[in-house]
């Protein structure tokens, strides 16, 4: 158990829809990251909160979009749904220490999402 | 810009027989490397990583890497499979020092079949 939760684990909707996926991190870590699995494009990074803010971007899509909240939890908002949304999405986490170059990432267990 | 190439989709070994899992990468940096793992259905764990440290570097499980810069190589082995290592493995590099954010770079994986 990495310590980072998301829910849901698994999550079936339509097209043209919307749903939100939740992560939280371990204790004491700032920094969330999401990163998206699917067949085709392999793992990769959407996009970066720390602390409340968001720090970096990746290739993510303007349907999607993300926040992190005072409690440290984090929100990935997908919208207007396509089949080709249909992927994991991890949320992992770290404490972001200043000068000790990068720390591990902890990578909670993934939602499934299918869009039919 | 940063990036890992796993040299081979799938590996096939048999029970107790050493396991080598290719990965070169290109960095314009000196790269902080890693290797996760994903068994089925779970999300990743971190086996091992690379900070300029050491350049043989000891994981969990018994895996080991060695840092080759001359080759610009970072494979992973093990001296002998167990059917629990069957599992998909990622050669990863992370991008902190290139964009000042921890966002990691996933090669495309390999997958690792245990034969009894």
């Known amino acids: 158990d990495s310590g980072v939760t998301q829910t849901p684990k698994h999550l079936i909707t339509a097209t043209g829809q919307r749903v939100t996926l939740r992560c939280s991190p371990r204790s004491g870590d700032l920094s969330v990251y999401w990163y998206q699995q699917s067949l085709d494009q392999g793992l990769q990074f959407l996009i970066q909160?720390?602390?409340?803010?968001?720090?970096a971007k990746g290739n993510i899509l303007e349907r999607f979009s993300a926040q992190q909240f005072p409690d440290l939890h984090s929100e990935l908002n997908l919208s207007s749904l396509e089949l080709g949304d249909s992927a994991l999405y991890f949320c992992a986490s770290s404490v972001e220490r200043v000068g000790t170059g990068p720390d591990e990432q902890f990578f909670g267990p993934g939602t499934r999402l299918t869009v039919l | 810009a940063q990036s890992v190439t796993q040299l081979d989709s799938h590996v096939s070994v048999s029970e107790g027989t050493p396991v080598l899992l290719r990965c070169n990468y290109s960095?314009?940096?000196?790269?902080?490397l890693f290797w996760y793992v994903q068994h089925p259905n779970k999300g990743l764990q971190l086996l091992l990583k690379y900070t300029s440290a050491a350049t043989l570097v000891k994981g969990i499980n018994g895996f080991e890497a060695e840092f080759k810069k001359s080759e610009t190589s970072f494979h992973l082995t093990k001296p002998s499979a167990h059917m629990s290592d069957a599992a998909e493995y990622f050669c990863?590099?992370?991008?902190?020092?290139?964009?000042?954010?921890?966002?990691?770079?996933f090669g495309q994986g390999t997958t690792l079949q245990v034969k009894p």
């Open positions: 990863v590099v992370s991008d902190l020092y290139s964009s000042n954010t921890g966002k990691l770079i």
């Open positions: 960095s314009s940096y000196s790269p902080s």
């Open positions: 909160y720390y602390n409340g803010e968001e720090r």
